[in-house]
């Protein structure tokens, strides 16, 4: 009978052993899931790539295109403008200042002044040479570079390529 | 137990549901200390204010739309302007979440006071930060519904807060958005926790609050220790005006209305005729990703938390830590207090200067919260904000010098 009650035991060991490995994978398993509902939907992934095509764009010319819900400036740079080895995105043999549009103090969006080539911030006056860095008032750093990849004459928004990443690294 | 035909409604439930025990357990044999002041009241006014909370939310919930192209009409023309009494149920539920912190903070202030997070009273405390965290959680969530301008770029700043934990930061700031930025994926999922999820996870906590009361009781001005049995037993022998405590229904509770009634009057005071404090004029203009508003500030309750984290205006990470630490360090005052004594602080002098000290701190970092961080503003908000982290580094000390006889 001894034997008998130690079956038992074993066998309850067993099947609670079984039940609690059973649940706790379960119980993984939907926590998984419940953490992957609230991973960016397909769509937005999509959306957060955007394609600018430059190869058009005028010396001096801005274009403004919006990027993961932020502003992001695109200025061709004219010849009397400073190139700046560290900042400058070169598209076939041209260079391009490509920047978040948000300025670095409290998130204003500067507006471009052409006939100064510089972008100035209306809240408090800071002020970004035609490379994005700040050369007056209380920004305390350049505009952002985003991630981008360069596609033939076409700038990727969303994607690091090595243009990208030797920029960064010179940063 | 055999059941017995019941004479009335009432015996009917009691065979079935000890309903008569049950008011004994929870009303008329819970004891609550004479010795107590109109501050004791503040526990019922709270409950009151979440319940008004609780009701007006279920009737914004009826014509709310969760969807960033609907939800700013459908607050601001629809429930404003279309559902009858709809703006009668929209500025309870804005004042009732301003006023509620009010009262949280009167309430938390009121135990530190008295010493009411110590010797068995820690799990009162803990419950009880944890429903201000829970409710800071849910003014945070409900802020963003109308989805005006303070609406979204409030959820921009703090969710990229979480962008400065190390590794996982920017990570998590799109996980918590569920997009790149605060957008529709945003409001989903925070409406679901507004209505839902955190109302739900506050209702737990109410119940382990009041449950944590029954053990150790409610304490009293003076610290006293009381014994609630014997003095029950006095009460309950007749010796009414003898026995130091009064059962919570009916006597506590009818002192408690009167102090509500004196609140609600208040509270529809400014609920009728000053509202606007409670609704940001810049939350009037529509969501816009592209334009920031000038200057982004938090809701007047986290005004305070809010200087702490700006006022290291030089250092965004050390700000950081400092909200960190300003948000959890009220947890510890059980064991920051090294004086065990259950004392009121008038009866604590060094105690007494620190108490006050940290109301003046805390309305100088409200203050300065609100102001521009610029200039010498700057510079104040950094004294207060070191000020607020070196009160809880002394306050050890001061307690343990109190313990030690500093204190007579």
Not at chain 1, 108 to 125: Q, R, T, V
Not at chain 1, 134 to 157: A, D, Q, S, Y
Not at chain 2, 123 to 129: D, L, N, V, Y
Not at chain 2, 383 to 406: C, D, H, Q, T, Y
Request: proline residues 6%; hydrophobic residues 50%.
């Amino acid at each position: 009978m001894a034997g008998c009650d130690c079956n038992r035991r074993g066998f309850i060991k067993g099947a609670g052993a079984a039940l609690g490995v059973t649940a706790a994978a379960g119980a993984g398993l939907t926590a998984y899931a419940m953490k992957k509902t609230w991973d960016p939907l397909p769509s937005v992934v999509a959306a957060g790539k955007v394609i600018v095509d430059v190869s058009g764009m005028e010396e001096g010319q801005l274009s403004l295109v919006e990027y993961r819900g932020k502003p992001v400036f695109i200025l061709k740079k004219t010849g009397d403008m400073p190139s700046n080895e560290k900042r400058d995105v070169v598209v076939e043999g041209n260079r391009y200042t490509v920047v978040i549009g948000i300025c670095t103090h409290l998130g204003c969006i500067p507006a471009y002044l052409p006939g100064e080539s510089m972008f100035k911030c209306a809240c408090h006056g800071g002020e970004f040479d035609s490379s994005g860095v700040n050369t007056f008032g209380p920004p305390p750093k350049p505009m952002v570079i985003p991630e981008f990849k360069i596609e033939g004459g076409k700038i990727v928004l969303g994607e690091e390529g090595p243009e990208y990443k030797k920029l960064m690294a010179m940063a | 137990m055999e059941i017995k035909k019941s004479a009335n409604v009432g015996e009917w439930l009691d065979q079935r549901l000890g309903t008569t025990m049950l008011a004994k357990v929870l009303m008329t044999e819970y004891w609550i200390p004479k010795n107590i002041n109109f501050l004791w009241a503040f526990g019922v006014v709270l409950m009151t204010l979440f319940a008004l909370l609780v009701i007006s939310g279920m009737f914004l919930l009826m014509y709310y739309k969760p969807d960033t192209a609907l939800a700013f009409n459908s607050v601001n023309y629809t429930i404003m302007q279309e559902v009858a009494y709809g703006w009668l149920f929209r500025h309870i539920h804005a004042v009732a979440a301003s006023v509620v912190f009010l009262v949280i903070y009167i309430h938390m202030l009121t135990g530190i006071y008295y010493g009411s997070y110590k010797s068995g009273r820690e799990m009162i405390w803990i419950s009880g930060m944890l429903l201000f965290v829970t409710f800071s959680a849910e003014g945070f969530s409900g802020y963003m519904l109308p989805w005006g301008q303070m609406s979204y770029w409030a959820a921009q700043v703090i969710t990229n807060l979480f962008g400065a934990i190390p590794f996982i930061g920017p990570d998590l700031v799109i996980w918590i958005r569920g997009d790149y930025v605060v957008s529709d994926a945003t409001l989903t999922r925070f409406f679901a926790l507004h209505v839902f999820i955190l109302p739900l996870i506050i209702m737990g906590i109410i119940g382990l609050h009041f449950y944590s009361l029954r053990i150790p009781h409610v304490n009293n001005q003076e610290g006293e220790e009381v014994d609630f049995e014997a003095e029950a037993r006095k009460y309950k022998a007749g010796e009414k005006k003898k026995a130091k405590v009064i059962p919570f229904w009916p006597v506590f509770l009818s002192k408690d209305i009167f102090v509500l009634s004196v609140f609600l009057v208040f509270f529809f005071y400014l609920v009728f005729f000053h509202y606007g404090f409670a609704m940001d004029p810049i939350n009037f203009i529509p969501a816009d990703s592209m334009k920031t508003p000038p200057h982004i500030y938090p809701e007047w309750y986290f005004l305070w938390s809010y200087e702490v984290l700006r006022g290291f205006f030089f250092s965004a990470d050390l700000g950081l830590i400092a909200f960190g630490i300003a948000n959890v360090i009220f947890f510890l005052m059980p064991w920051l207090d090294r004086d065990p004594a259950v004392k009121p602080a008038a009866k604590r002098p060094y105690f007494f200067i620190w108490f006050w000290v940290l109301i003046v701190d805390l309305i100088g970092l409200t203050i300065w919260g609100k102001l521009p961080p610029t200039g010498v503003n700057a510079y104040i908000g950094f004294v207060f904000s070191i000020l607020f982290l070196a009160l809880f580094i002394i306050l050890p000390m001061i307690s343990k010098a109190e313990r030690n006889g500093g204190a007579k």
